[in-house]
């Protein structure tokens, strides 16, 4: 199966999303997911991506076509964050 | 150890009353600025950038905000943290339409992302116990306070 790939955007690509990426793929990786995640600024976003299988932004975007969105802040605050990777799983085809 | 980031009791603040959200960010920067640690411009671009990307992040107990800005207004990276007298309301982070009553600020002066990953990960981790944060809320000595945080935030 090929390698998934996940858009990870912010305001500004300067924290959130840095912080974002990097426990989506963590919490992906522990559950045996191998995937390859990049980051951007929501700007950025619709421009970027038909070529990822899912976006997750911690802030609203438009114009990204088919792929599907997540908006949470949960992987920042800690509080909803099984649900929402249940949620990435489930977007990604995993289960 | 050094942290990547500057933490220093004279950028924690306790009973902050500034009357208003955008004072309060302004009265933050400002302090980063006295201090040389962010530029000129910086708090201009704080409170623009809150404006359109708003920063509140409701947490289990509390509700705290993490304003920060590109990294070209910026000298050094540091934290600079409000306790505040009474909460002010900030717009959550991606919910432009929800509001979350924030008692703490953390502003972020953050220079090099990529770098910095590890201390504002560890942030996040902070935020996530309800028992330190709750610790934290209740310190009255900054010095205390800023040696939590930089216990808090060094790599694991």
Redesign the interface.
């Known amino acids: 199966m090929a390698k998934k790939r996940i858009l990870v955007a912010?305001?500004?690509?300067?924290?959130?999303s840095?912080?974002v990426a990097?426990?989506v793929k963590e919490m992906l990786e522990k559950r045996g997911v191998d995937v390859f995640v990049d980051q951007c600024k929501?700007s950025e976003a619709p421009s970027k991506a038909s070529s990822f299988d899912l976006i997750i932004?911690?802030?609203?975007v438009s114009g990204v076509g088919d792929t599907p969105v997540i908006?949470?802040?949960s992987?920042?605050?800690?509080?909803g964050m099984e649900k929402d990777m249940e949620l990435i799983l489930e977007k990604l085809g995993l289960k | 150890m050094s942290t990547l980031f500057t933490l220093r009791s004279d950028l924690i603040f306790l009973g902050v009353d500034e009357g208003g959200k955008e004072e309060t960010l302004r009265f933050l920067a400002n302090q980063l600025h006295e201090k040389g640690i962010v530029k000129e411009t910086y708090a201009n671009a704080i409170i623009e950038?809150e404006k359109?990307?708003a920063?509140g992040?409701?947490?289990?107990k509390i509700g705290v905000a993490?304003p920060?800005?590109?990294?070209i207004h910026v000298n050094e990276p540091a934290i600079a943290v409000a306790i505040l007298e009474k909460p002010e309301t900030f717009t959550?982070?991606?919910?432009?339409d929800d509001q979350v009553s924030v008692q703490a600020i953390f502003m972020?002066a953050?220079k090099q992302?990529?770098e910095q990953?590890t201390m504002?990960?560890s942030l996040?981790g902070f935020?996530?116990q309800s028992d330190v944060i709750e610790k934290f809320m209740k310190m009255d000595s900054t010095e205390e306070m800023r040696a939590l945080l930089e216990k808090e935030l060094q790599a694991p």
């Open positions: 912010c305001g500004t690509a300067i924290a959130t840095t912080v990097m426990k929501a932004t911690t802030t609203p908006r949470t802040i992987f920042l605050s800690g509080v | 950038r359109n990307y920063t992040i409701p947490l289990e993490i920060h800005t590109d990294a959550v982070m991606g919910s432009p972020l953050i992302p990529s990953l504002l990960s996040m935020f996530q």
